[in-house]
C-alpha cells in the first residue's frame, strides 16, 4: 500500500517539477521587463492568450505547419510587446509607478474583451496530442516534457543574450543606472523598446507551448496571471534566477499540494505561502 | 419603472463600494484585494443562512469580524515591513485570489464555481422577509443602498476632516519622513485599511441579498477586484463623488451599448472601457470627475 502511495507521490512531485519548468518560463520575460523598466506589466498573460490564438487559428483555421504557426506567434506577441511599450508604457514612464502598473491593467481589459469579441467565448483546442511518455509505473505529459526542455533552453538562452552580446550587455547596465547610460552612448529608448519585443516574444514562446496543453478562451488569462506575477514578486522582481527557483518551488506547491486535496487546495496553499514569504522577505526570496 | 430603479440601485451600491476601496486608493494605497472582502461579506452571509439558517443580521456581525481579521492579518505585517506599491497590489491580489481559490474549492458548501442562492424567505406572497434581508420590492433596496452610499460619503468626509488624513497623505508622499516626524505609520495605515475593509464587506453582503445570487467570479478574485480599482480611476479617485461618477459612468456605458446594438457584441462595453482606462490614465489621470472639476476652475481665473 505505502509502495504505491509513494510512487503517486513521486509522479506528483515530478510533474511539479515539469510544471515548474512552463512556470519559469512564463515569468522570464515579465522579470526581464520589470528588471530592465520597471514596469510591471499586468496584461502579461492577455499578451500570452494572443499568442495562442495566433497559433490557434494560423494552424487550425489557415493550415499552416504547426512550428511555422509558432513561429509566426513568437512574431506576433514580439511586436504587440514592441507597440504595448511605445504607444501605452512610454507615455506615462515619467509619471507615478503605480499608473504605469494600471495603465497595463487597462490593457487587460482590452485584450480580453477584444478577444471575445473578436473570437467569441468558446473554448478552443489545438487538436494536437503529444504522446504521453511512460516511465515505470509513472505517466508523464509529452507537451509538458517539451515545455520543460524550451524553457530550459529558453532560459539559458536569454542568459547568452544577456552575458554574450552587445545588446544584452546594454540591457544589463540600464537595468543598473538609468540616468548614466545615456551618457555611455546607448539610447535608453532604444534599448527599452527592444526589451519590450523579446519580452513579448519569450511571451510567444509561453503561448506555443500553453497551446499544446490547454484550451483557448478570452480568459485564460486570469489563469496564468496571477501566478506569474507572485512567482516574479516571490524570486525578487527583476531577479531572473530568483524567478526560475521560485517557479519551481511555487509548482511543487501546487502539484503537492493538489496530490493531497484538491487542485485548488494546491494553490491556496501555494498563495498563502507567497503572503507568507513576502512578510518574511518583502522584496522577494532573492531579492536585494 | 423596474429597469431605471434597478440602475440606480447598481449605481448607488457600486458608488458605495468604490467609495469604499478609495478611502485606501487615494492615499496611495492601492489595493488588488478588495475583492476578497466583498466575497467574505457576501458568502459568510449566504452561507450561515442557508446552512444554519443564521438570519443575515448575525451573519453579517460574523463576515464583518472576519474581514477585520483578514485585513490586520495581511495589514499589519504590510505595514510593518514597508511593502508598498507594487508589491501591496500584488501581495493583495495573492489574497483575493486566495479568496476567490477558496469559495471555489470548498463546493460542497459553497456550490463551487456554479455559485448559490440564498434559500427563499419569501414565502406565499411575501414581499418582504425582514429577519433574512429578502425583499422583493425595488424601492426598498433603493432606499438601503442610497443610506449606504450616504453613509460611505459621510466616512470621506470624517477620514477626509481627521488629522489621520493628513498623516496619511504625509505617508504616501514620504513615508520615511512621516515616520521621522512621529507619525505612527502602520496604526495610521491599518486604521484606514480595516475602515475600507468593513465598508467593502458590507457591499459584498448588500450585493449578495439584492441579486439573491452569489458567484466566487463575481464577488471575489481579480477580476472584481480590477473592476474596483478601474472603476474608480475613471470616476476619479481623488474627489469624493468621483467613485459614484465611476460607477455611473462604467454602468450606464455598458448599458448603452447594449440599448443600441442588443446583445450581438457581448463584450463590445468592456472592449471600448478598456480602451477609455488606458487613454484616462495616460491623459487624464485624475479621472472624469477630477478633470472635470479642474476645467471649471480654470475658466474664472483666465477671465480677465
Known sequence: ?288 | MNYPLHLAILVLLWGYIYTSWSLMGRLGLVSFGHGAFMGIGAYTVVMLWNSYSLSPWIGAFVALALSAMVAVVIGYPCFRFRIVGHYFALVTLALSEVARLIITAARDTTGGSLGATPVTALHQGNTMAFGALQFAGKEIWLVIVFAFWLLGLWVWRMVDRSMGRLALQAISEEEEAAASIGIHVTRAKLRITIISALMTCVGGILYAQYQLYVNPDTVSGIAISLQMVFGVIAGGMFVMLGPTVGAAFTLLLAEGLRLAFGNRYPALDTTIYGVMLVLFIIYMPKGILGAALDAFRRKPQSAP
Open chain 1, 1 to 288: 500500500m505505502s509502495d504505491v502511495f509513494d510512487i503517486f507521490l513521486l509522479e506528483a512531485v515530478l510533474n511539479g517539477l515539469l510544471l515548474g519548468g512552463l512556470l519559469a518560463l512564463l515569468s522570464l520575460g515579465l522579470n526581464l521587463i520589470f528588471g530592465v523598466i520597471d514596469v510591471v506589466w499586468i496584461c502579461y498573460a492577455e499578451l500570452i492568450m494572443c499568442g495562442m490564438y495566433c497559433v490557434y487559428y494560423l494552424h487550425v483555421q489557415y493550415h499552416w505547419p504547426l512550428l511555422l504557426a509558432m513561429l509566426a506567434a513568437i512574431g506576433v506577441v514580439a511586436f504587440l510587446g514592441y507597440v504595448l511599450h511605445q504607444f501605452v508604457i512610454r507615455p506615462v514612464l515619467s509619471a507615478e509607478p503605480i499608473n504605469q502598473l494600471l495603465v497595463t491593467g487597462g490593457v487587460l481589459f482590452f485584450l480580453q474583451a477584444a478577444a471575445t469579441l473578436a473570437f467569441g467565448i468558446e473554448f478552443r483546442n489545438l487538436g494536437v496530442a503529444l504522446p504521453s511518455v511512460q516511465l515505470g509505473e509513472m505517466s508523464f505529459s509529452g507537451a509538458r516534457l517539451v515545455a520543460f526542455g524550451v524553457a530550459l533552453g529558453g532560459v539559458i538562452g536569454l542568459y547568452f543574450l544577456l552575458t554574450r552580446t552587445y545588446l544584452g550587455t546594454a540591457i544589463r547596465a540600464i537595468s543598473q543606472d538609468r540616468s548614466i547610460m545615456p551618457l555611455m552612448g546607448v539610447d535608453p529608448a532604444k534599448i527599452f523598446a527592444l526589451t519590450s519585443a523579446i519580452g513579448g516574444g519569450l511571451a510567444g514562446l509561453a503561448a506555443c507551448l500553453l497551446v499544446l496543453q490547454y484550451d483557448v478562451h478570452p480568459a485564460i488569462g486570469l489563469s496564468f496571471g496571477p501566478i506569474t506575477f507572485l512567482i516574479c514578486v516571490l524570486g525578487g522582481l527583476g531577479n531572473m534566477l530568483g524567478g526560475f527557483i521560485a517557479a519551481f518551488i511555487f509548482a511543487q506547491f501546487i502539484a503537492v499540494g493538489g496530490f493531497f486535496f484538491a487542485v485548488e487546495w494546491g494553490y491556496v496553499i501555494a498563495f498563502i505561502f507567497f503572503i507568507a514569504v513576502m512578510f518574511w522577505r518583502p522584496r522577494g526570496i532573492f531579492g536585494k
